[in-house]
């Protein structure tokens, strides 16, 4: 059964712009959720997306979007990056008590 | 407060020997679930075992087990047989409202450095 993944893997971006980072769960989950992990604030949570639904949101500011489609499929929006953004941002897919992760999108804000 | 604390920053093993990593909870759910997870510098996040709130039997998965105090809130990880794979960072984490939500609570994590 394949893992989790995301792309793009590495993203590097400048201040003002957008970006769209992709996840695919493990198939058969329907829960995906996206966490942000930097060194000053370690792994926060910044929403869950259940049957195309956000069930879960983190304290994040509204420039953090994401949506999820029929297949689990989700997408996580940042825009007008500032470069606080720079992280490792994480997306796990869920199902009963299990929840694995992905490789991780590493985004460099310039 | 914190949802998740783990007092240690930095742990050293020996090559061989078990190592046991603090975890502290705070909830008030009576429904929740603790996780371990490994994540090497590559950056992914390893999942190792997991303890159900109403599990009486603490939870093993090979050379990993979890030492579950309910009473004290604990959730500490023992990892036997060290070896030098497992050098890396190790998060405790927490999910409440098991059935209505997966959002995770995480620990800042242990550094583990097993000495050869």
């Known amino acids: 059964k394949a893992g989790v993944t995301q792309t793009p893997r590495y993203l590097i971006k400048t201040r003002g712009q957008q970006v769209t980072l992709s996840c695919s769960p493990i198939?058969?989950?329907?829960?995906v959720s996206w966490y942000q992990q930097t060194p000053g604030q370690g792994l926060q949570f910044l929403f869950e997306?259940?049957?195309?639904?956000?069930?879960n949101k983190g304290n994040f500011p509204g420039r953090f979007s994401g949506r999820q489609f029929s297949n689990s499929r989700s997408e996580m929006n940042v825009s007008t990056l500032e470069l606080g953004d720079s992280a490792l941002y994480l997306c796990a897919s869920s199902l009963n008590n299990e929840q694995f992760f992905g490789p991780g999108t590493r985004l460099t804000v310039l | 407060a914190q949802k998740i604390t783990q007092t240690q920053p930095g742990m050293f093993v020996q090559e061989k020997e078990a190592v046991t990593l603090d975890c502290t909870y705070d909830t008030s759910d009576q429904s929740y679930g603790l996780f371990w997870y490994k994540q090497p510098s590559s950056g992914e996040m390893i999942f190792l075992i997991y303890?159900?709130?109403?599990?009486?039997q603490n939870a093993t998965e090979g050379r990993y087990s979890l030492n579950f105090q309910k009473a004290r809130k604990s959730a500490n990880l023992v990892i036997s047989a060290s070896q030098l794979g497992d050098s890396a960072m190790y998060f405790c984490?927490?999910?409440?409202?098991?059935?209505?939500?997966?959002?995770?609570?995480f620990g800042t994590g242990t550094s583990l450095t097993v000495i050869p």
């Open positions: 997306y259940f049957s195309e639904t956000q069930r």
């Open positions: 303890q159900g709130s109403y599990d009486e």
């Open positions: 984490a927490m999910r409440e409202g098991v059935g209505r939500s997966n959002q995770f609570y």
């Open positions: 198939s058969g989950h329907r829960s």
